[in-house]
């Protein structure tokens, strides 16, 4: 991770930008040569100024909430965690315009066609680019994005095609104070929902998840994580031992707690401990 | 008041049940009405139209219960039966308001004044007359009051009346003769222990009866005919065909009076075996008996052959998907081809003379990907060659060193392979291995012929940082299936990461196989 040219004052970072600044804008792809590319052309914008490049999606996140910029070209294929999983973690009224970069991603295209997101397909093209810009620009002037992009990526996301061609999660997103963390999958416990939220429990702390447990399901590696009962989602590795305790079948975990399946799953969580 | 055609409640809970209290009232309330006729020597009018209300509208709603929805398969209803019913809940509603509105002068007056009321009301009062007739052919074709149906569950009764009456008597005739003889005395005791005995004897032998007699008319035949239509396993399936054998046997036992051997071919009616013989009149009957088992059987089979044909249909459809889904895989995935066009495109702005060498060795690879797709098999040393391009192409994508080197022995770079064997493994490696910020990755190849066995060894040096968990891609997957289709199936592959880092995946396929199948 690394902040090119980074020179906005710290007193800048207010966020509507005006008429005479530049706006800041972050490069987010797994390639150097597309790095390189896209920061090309758009130093030929001179509305634009580039205040970072990140690797990877977990770097993206970081760099996103130190710099927070105005806009991010985010590539969707990445090692770590997929463009439309870090652009689902960009929220709230401070959340930069999301631009995607993709090579390929017929469904995802497609996707986000339907939802109006911008996206330019690579080999990207000038044309394209400068067009982009102006309705980044436009929308950004306007000053309302934030919720209905939101909405836009959820909708996204939602969509099976799209779903389908994503990787599994390897690392879960957090919430860790403002930020966006990326948990390793073993040092998470077990995921419970708990009054509206999910939370991930991992070396004795909780995390907010911004995913629902049945998404969780089919978004982790299979047969890494069993759903114990409706509202807690363990780590098959986390388990230290289980038992029957009158007739309901009590998972204890590494951490100490103790999950107890119900008796709809019961049969399931002791066939994957088998 | 019509509970149509048989109010429902369970055996000894009929008070908990709306329905038996309806029926308790239908009978009530009538003689209610006709003890008010003979104290007050009229009936209250009123009170007479709304008991005909309710009982109507109870009545239309049990019409409707029971032959507006499904039924299980021995109670339900044609369509044409529903259809009456329907018509008849439908006369008896309007019927009900026409009469309601008839007591009402000035309403029907100012209706009558239309044509339209007039012939709804002619139409509805004839079609009010004919709705005992309706009701008493839906009940006399209701499959609740099918004859057969009512003699079948009649007859135990009726049976077991007589059995246990003959019992009875004897027990107590005896027990008195008995019971004189040696006191002198008659004893009505006997009596009440007869009547013991026979109330404990009642429930087993009414089961056993009921057994025998289902037995006897076939039903349990039946009940597994109709469990066929589910989807049945073989399990089922068998069981069937041998309860359809066990229950022609047993037919024949009971007409001829004796066991008679049968043998039952694989296909085709039974037959009696060699060396039975019938009597003359019997003759013609067991062998009606036989065809009708044979085409029973045979639709068994039928349905069997079907079901089984369905599921090869199902699974060639399967392994024809997995194919095709081989051979996408096995191609250049085009995502590696767009983010190369990338980089060309960018290439070609700031450096013309790398632009130049990155399309070559794109064209290279490309033209060996589409060219080993019609080919069956490959030597080493051009897929090495087609690695070296690809990693040509990856070395301007991806940042830190790229390198493959092969450990192998000259003779064997002249070894048949599978077309594109190296290019998955790459692949994965690039995905898997080369983690965000590492230095490099450094792939190699081992080879090794013994016995006649070739062994191919892919390993990286990777750090299972990037997109990490090792495991098996689906690209891997397909890999050992090629492997397999090119040598058969004693292949192996074993796949897993290094004790000491990276990650190895080791083909082993017999070499003379191969030079068969090409």
């Not at chain 2, 009051?145 to 009875?168: I, K, M, Q, T």
């Not at chain 2, 996408?328 to 290439?347: C, D, I, K, T």
């Not at chain 2, 080919?375 to 830190?400: H, N, T």
Request: hydrophobic fraction near 45%.
């Amino acid at each position: 991770m690394r902040a090119v040219r980074r020179h906005a004052p710290d007193g800048m970072t207010g966020r509507a930008p005006t008429d005479g600044r530049k706006l800041k804008a972050v490069i987010a792809d797994d390639e150097p040569r597309a790095r390189q590319f896209l920061a090309r052309l758009l130093s030929e914008h001179d509305e634009i100024e580039l205040v970072g490049e990140a690797k990877s999606g977990g770097e993206t996140l970081a760099l996103v909430s130190r710099l927070s910029p105005e806009v991010v070209f985010l590539d969707i294929q990445m090692p770590d965690l997929s463009g439309l999983e870090v652009a689902r973690h960009l929220t709230g009224e401070d959340a930069p315009v999301v631009v995607f970069v993709t090579a390929f991603d017929q469904h995802a295209v497609e996707a986000f066609e339907v939802a109006a997101l911008d996206y330019l397909l690579k080999p990207i093209r000038r044309e394209r680019l400068a067009e982009t810009m102006r309705r980044v620009v436009q929308e950004i002037r306007s000053g309302k994005r934030g919720a209905r992009q939101e909405a836009a990526v959820r909708s996204v996301l939602a969509s099976p095609e799209v779903r389908q061609g994503l990787e599994p999660l390897r690392r879960l997103p957090v919430r860790f104070r403002r930020e966006v963390k990326l948990l390793d999958l073993d040092q998470v416990a077990r995921i419970v929902s708990r009054d509206r939220v999910v939370l991930a429990c991992a070396e004795g702390r909780e995390y907010l998840v911004d995913y629902t447990l049945q998404e969780l399901e089919g978004r982790l590696p299979a047969g890494q994580f069993v759903r114990a009962h409706r509202a807690a989602l363990v780590n098959i590795d986390a388990i230290e031992s289980y038992g029957g305790e009158d007739g309901v079948l009590v998972l204890r975990l590494k951490d100490g707690s103790r999950v107890e399946a119900s008796e709809r799953r019961a049969a399931e969580v002791r066939r994957r401990l088998r | 008041m019509a509970v149509f055609p048989r109010p429902r409640w369970r055996p000894g809970e009929a008070w908990r049940s709306a329905w038996a209290w309806l029926v308790v009232a239908g009978y009530v309330v009538p003689l209610y009405f006709v003890g008010q006729i003979i104290v007050q020597g009229r009936l209250s009018a009123r009170q007479y139209s709304w008991f005909q209300m309710f009982a109507t509208a109870v009545g239309v709603f049990s019409l409707v219960e029971r032959y507006g929805r499904t039924a299980p398969e021995d109670r339900r209803p044609s369509r044409s039966q529903r259809g009456l019913a329907m018509l008849v809940a439908l006369l008896l509603l309007l019927d009900s308001a026409l009469y309601w509105a008839y007591e009402n002068e000035a309403l029907v007056a100012s209706l009558f004044q239309f044509p339209i009321y007039q012939l709804v009301f002619t139409v509805v009062t004839i079609g009010a007359l004919f709705t005992p007739i309706i009701m008493a052919f839906l009940i006399a074709r209701d499959p609740v009051f099918d004859p057969r149906r009512l003699l079948e569950r009649g007859l135990p009764y009726a049976l077991l009346s007589g059995v246990v009456a003959a019992l009875y008597i004897a027990i107590v005739l005896a027990g008195q003769r008995l019971f004189a003889a040696v006191t002198g005395e008659e004893a009505l005791a006997i009596n009440v222990v007869a009547a013991l005995v026979v109330a404990f004897v009642f429930a087993p032998l009414r089961s056993r009866l009921q057994r025998v007699l289902d037995r006897c008319s076939g039903a349990t035949r039946w009940c597994c005919a109709r469990r066929s239509t589910a989807p049945a396993t073989s399990c089922c399936r068998r069981w069937i065909r041998d309860d359809a054998r066990a229950a022609v046997e047993a037919a024949l036992t009971r007409g001829l009076g004796r066991q008679v051997a049968l043998e039952w071919p694989e296909s085709g009616p039974p037959r009696l075996a060699a060396g039975e013989e019938l009597p003359e009149d019997a003759a013609s009957a067991v062998d009606n008996l036989l065809t009708q088992a044979g085409i029973r059987l045979e639709n068994l089979a039928l349905a069997e052959q079907r079901a089984a044909a369905e599921r090869r249909a199902v699974e060639l459809r399967e392994a024809a998907m997995r194919a095709e889904l081989r051979a996408l895989h096995a191609q250049v995935q085009p995502h590696f081809l767009f983010n190369a066009l990338n980089a060309l495109s960018y290439l070609t702005e700031t450096d013309p003379r790398a632009a130049q060498r990155f399309t070559e060795r794109l064209a290279d690879m490309l033209r060996y990907t589409v060219e080993a797709g019609t080919r069956s098999a490959a030597l080493l040393a051009d897929e090495i060659a087609f690695v070296e391009d690809y990693l040509g192409v990856a070395r301007e994508r991806y940042e830190g060193d790229l390198c493959f080197t092969y450990r192998g022995s000259r003779e064997l770079l002249s070894a048949t392979v599978p077309p594109l064997l190296l290019q998955p493994l790459v692949e994965n490696s690039l995905k898997h291995g080369l983690a965000p910020g590492a230095r490099g990755l450094a792939m190699s190849l081992e080879a090794d012929r013994s016995d006649g066995w070739l062994t191919v060894t892919f390993l990286d040096d990777g750090t299972a940082g990037g997109n990490g968990a090792p495991g098996l891609g689906v690209g891997l997957e397909n890999l050992e299936q090629r492997v397999r289709r090119f040598a058969g199936d004693e292949a192996t592959m074993r796949a897993g990461p290094r004790p000491d880092g990276g990650y190895s995946v080791m083909l082993r396929w017999r070499e003379h196989a191969t030079e068969v199948t090409r």
